[in-house]
Structures are given as structure tokens and as C-alpha cells.
């Protein structure tokens, strides 16, 4: 694909995203506009692409190529990072005097835009209009986002360009086939807190990994995702709505709302089963060697939401040391649960943290599937794949 810079601040991290495209296995050719030469050199973008960059000083050489039409027959996407207000009005009418625009109109199927400007500029009635030209056309925009912008005095707003990290999912998205299009997907990750003191709490080291997976496959294909996630250091996906909870009440009352009117929830986050008795309102202090704790049970989400359920197609996890298929089969009837997905705590595959997990599908009547060991992301996939055919006709 070519990763195109326009001339903004932000064209400073246009290497960081071929770097990102790159290690993401993605083969990748830079092009700029003169002015994103402002911010980037041409060696930087050469040295993150690999190859030489397509400018100006490449377009018209006499060695007989017309190169944006060579280099657009190449590609199978157009990343424009960043795009600025004016690269966004050249397009969207169709311009060509600068090699993006050349680009643009030269019959590359895929264009993902990562605007960058000032929230202004962002919200005027102008730019607005040529954003929806371009999604008029089949163009994808991803962001911008809200965080510090360049411009002196200015702070945060919504304007800022999308960090590199987040693009090889993204251009990833553009193939994807979108078949949660129109679905409502609510997931929950991560751990909860129950706090037995206002400094300590019980909790279990769930990173969330696997749940932001669901999310953001399921962006990927075309849903609306909600994201109900316990304490995690890790980013919300872009496109991704995410609320934020500790405890597993707050989680069950987060979810409530947005189940009603789900087509699929997926729960993957480590529930703590227990919680203090009586929360201390000050800091318990250690007097003796010995302290007795009394600890009740936490609402059972799963079991306090089938209450509401309707049509949803609703997904557990499960984490299991012995006997683990009966007891999720048996787990998947209780919790009238379509399937559970069973991990197991302590093997190479560990989930806890890990990139990686191994899951194995068992259904409430019992059909066991055994799947792989996969990275979170694919394994997301591969749940979503045999969430399909089990979801409601779309209502129109
Ligand atoms: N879960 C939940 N509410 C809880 C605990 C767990 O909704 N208070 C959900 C988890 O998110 C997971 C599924 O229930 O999707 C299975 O969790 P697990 O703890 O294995 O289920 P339990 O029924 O609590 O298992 P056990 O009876 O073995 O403790």
C-alpha cells in the first residue's frame, strides 16, 4: 500500500506508521505533498518505507513512467497520514495537481484517510461537506481524535491524528468483510475491583487483552461496539465506545442499559466472585497478626442479565482447572448461554496477559470444539465466526 504524508504537524509521524504497516507484515511505499516536506524529510519517510518516496521530483522524469498511475495500479490501499483540510478538499473535488490527489483519482480501491487539523477547521461546515464526499465515494476516515493539538494555546480538542498503533488494524479493517454490519455488540473485559478499604481491593490479573480483541473485531467488521471494561492499562479501539467500571455491580449496571437492544454480549471479563461483607470507610490498620475478613458473594452478571435476555446471543468465558467441559456444558445451560468459551489457567497457553490464548467452544447441549492456540486477536475472530449464524435476522 502507499502511505501518503500531506502537510501538517502531524506528518512527523508518518514514518511511525510504515514502521507500524511494515512490522505488521504489510508492504508499504511512501508518498508526500511538497508541503508535508515542511515536517518530514524525504530521507526519513525513505528510510521507514524501504524505498524511494514518490514527490514531485519523481512525477515528471523523462524516463517515459507515468507514475501515479504505476504506482496506483501497485496498491492496494491509500493510507493519507496525515490529511490535512486542504488534501481532503482536493480530493473530494476530484483534483489532481499534487501526487495524493494524482493518487487518489488513479484507481487505488481502498483509501483510508487520518485527518489532522485544528478542531475549527475540523468542524467547519466545509470540511464536513468534503468529508462525506469522500465517504459518499467508498472512503474510510479513521479519527481524527481528541488530544493536544499543535497550534500554540490551543490545549487538547478533537483534531489530532490517530497514534501510528492504531492504523495496521485499521487498514486491516478496509478488507475485512463487513458482517456485523448493523449489529449492536456490547463486550466486557478485565478484572473487577471489589475494595475492602479505600487502599485495598480483591481483584485477579485479567490485562482485558481478550475482550479488547472481541471489541475491536467486531469494529472491524461493522458493528457498534460498546466496550464495559474493569481497570486495564491497555487503549480503547478506535471507533470503540468504551465505559469504564470497577466493581462488579458497576459492571452489571453498565451493562444492563446496552443489553437491552444488543444483538451479541461477550463476556469476558474476570468477575471477582467475592466481595468484603462491609467496606471500611478508612484505611484498615494491621493491629494484630491475624484478620478475620468476611467476604460475600458478588452478583452473578451472567445469571442477573438473563432475566432481560430476548433474542441476544450471549457468549461466557470460562476458566476451569479440572473437568473442564462438563463443567462449562453445565455452566452454559445455568447461565443460558449460547457457548462458553473455555481457557485454562495454568498451561503454556496461559490467558492471563498473554497475547496468545487457546480456547476450547462448548455449547449448552454439549458440542465441544476445540480451537487452536491463536493470537487474542484471530481467536476474536474466530468467536465472532461461530457467533453468526446464531444471531437474530436484522431488523430493519
Ligand atoms: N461471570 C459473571 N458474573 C460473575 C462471575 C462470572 O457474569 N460474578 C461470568 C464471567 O464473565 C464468565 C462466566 O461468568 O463469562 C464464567 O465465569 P466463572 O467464574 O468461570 O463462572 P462461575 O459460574 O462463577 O464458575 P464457578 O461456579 O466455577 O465459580
Keep these: ?148 493539538l499543535a497550534a500554540r494555546g490551543e490545549g487538547a480538542g478533537l483534531g489530532r491524528m490517530v497514534e501510528p498503533d492504531a492504523v495496521p488494524a485499521a487498514v486491516e479493517a478496509l478488507f475485512q468483510e463487513r458482517d456485523f454490519e448493523g449489529r449492536k455488540v456490547l463486550v466486557s473485559a478485565g478484572p473487577t475491583r471489589e475494595y475492602l478499604d479505600p487502599v485495598r481491593f480483591l481483584s485477579n490479573p485479567s490485562s482485558g487483552k481478550m475482550g479488547y480483541a472481541v471489541a475491536e473485531a467486531a469494529r472491524a467488521r461493522g458493528a457498534s461496539v460498546t466496550l464495559v471494561s474493569g481497570p486495564s492499562a491497555l487503549d480503547v479501539p478506535v471507533g470503540v465506545e468504551r465505559i469504564r467500571v470497577e466493581s462488579a455491580g458497576q459492571m452489571l449496571g453498565a451493562l444492563i442499559g446496552p443489553f437491552a437492544d444488543a444483538d451479541l454480549l461477550v463476556m469476558t471479563a474476570a468477575v471477582a466472585d467475592w466481595r468484603a461483607a462491609e467496606v471500611a470507610t478508612e484505611k484498615i490498620a494491621k493491629f494484630d497478626e491475624r484478620q478475620a475478613l468476611e467476604l460475600v458473594r458478588t452478583p452473578d452478571i451472567l445469571m442477573a442479565l438473563a432475566e432481560y435476555r430476548r433474542d441476544q446471543v450471549v457468549v461466557g468465558f470460562s476458566m476451569e482447572t479440572d473437568k473442564g467441559v462438563e463443567r462449562a456444558a453445565e455452566k452454559a445451560r445455568r447461565k443460558r448461554l449460547d457457548f462458553v468459551c473455555l481457557n485454562y489457567p495454568a498451561t503454556e497457553d496461559s490467558a492471563f496477559g498473554g497475547d496468545f490464548n487457546r480456547v476450547t467452544v462448548v455449547t449448552s447441549n454439549g458440542e465441544v470444539e476445540e480451537l487452536p492456540r491463536l493470537r487474542k486477536r ?19
Design 378 to 396: 484471530e481467536l476474536a475472530d474466530s468467536i465472532l465466526d461461530r457467533v453468526l449464524p446464531r444471531l437474530r435476522p436484522i431488523q430493519s
Design 1 to 148: 500500500m502507499v502511505v501518503a504524508a500531506t502537510g501538517g504537524v502531524a506528518a512527523i509521524k508518518t514514518p511511525a506508521v510504515l514502521r507500524r504497516l511494515r512490522e505488521a507484515g504489510m508492504g508499504v511505499r511512501a508518498a508526500a505533498t511538497e508541503d508535508a516536506y515542511r515536517f518530514v524529510t524525504r530521507l526519513s519517510l525513505a528510510v521507514a518505507a524501504g524505498s524511494e518516496p514518490f514527490d514531485r521530483s519523481a512525477w515528471f522524469t523523462a524516463d517515459g513512467q507515468v507514475r501515479h498511475l504505476e504506482w496506483a495500479a501497485w496498491a492496494d490501499a491509500l493510507v493519507v497520514a496525515p490529511a490535512t483540510a486542504d488534501a481532503i478538499s482536493s480530493a473530494a473535488s476530484g483534483r489532481a495537481d499534487d501526487v495524493v490527489s494524482a493518487l487518489v483519482i488513479s484507481g487505488i480501491p481502498k483509501v483510508l484517510w487520518l485527518p489532522a487539523m485544528n478542531t475549527a477547521m475540523w468542524s467547519h461546515p466545509a470540511v464536513r461537506r468534503n468529508v462525506e464526499r469522500l465517504e459518499a465515494d467508498g472512503h474510510t476516515l479513521l479519527g481524527p481524535v481528541i488530544g493536544p
